[in-house]
């Protein structure tokens, strides 16, 4: 099982970057992708997930309206298109999966999630 996150670079304030987590090895497949995000000194927190079985979708309420989650079946990829970006989002990205059921209520909940890829930094200049 192998969890691929890129993507991650320097933008400016209002600036647009697009993060790629590539999954392979799930025999069984997977139920959710998750993406995270670890600032220094702080707590990983949850920003994005999207769940396969309805292909639904939940945001940390820090990032609605400027990060979209997506995923393309035939390239086994899940995106994180990240717009508007902010100081605050520069933090180093990390993109999980459950292969379990996930319910709403922990689809930003890390303990979720048993899969983890490396991470990848994004930092966002004022």
């Known amino acids: 099982v192998q969890l691929q996150a890129s993507g991650g670079g320097l933008v400016q304030t209002g600036g647009s970057l697009r993060l790629s987590c590539v999954a392979s090895?799930?025999?069984?497949?997977?139920?959710?992708i998750g993406w995270f995000r670890q600032a220094p000194g702080k707590e990983r927190e949850g920003v994005s997930c999207f769940r396969n079985r309805d292909r639904s979708t939940k945001y940390a309420e820090s990032v609605k309206g400027r990060f979209t989650i997506s995923r393309d079946n035939a390239k086994n990829t899940v995106y994180l298109q990240m717009n508007s970006q902010k100081p605050e989002d520069t933090a180093v990205y990390f993109c999980?999966?459950?292969?379990?059921?996930?319910?709403?209520?922990?689809?930003?909940?890390?303990?979720?999630?048993?899969?983890w890829g490396q991470g990848t930094q994004v930092t966002v200049s004022s």
């Open positions: 999980a999966a459950s292969s379990s059921g996930i319910i709403t209520s922990t689809m930003l909940n890390s303990h979720a999630y048993n899969y």
């Open positions: 090895g799930f025999t069984f497949g997977y139920t959710a």
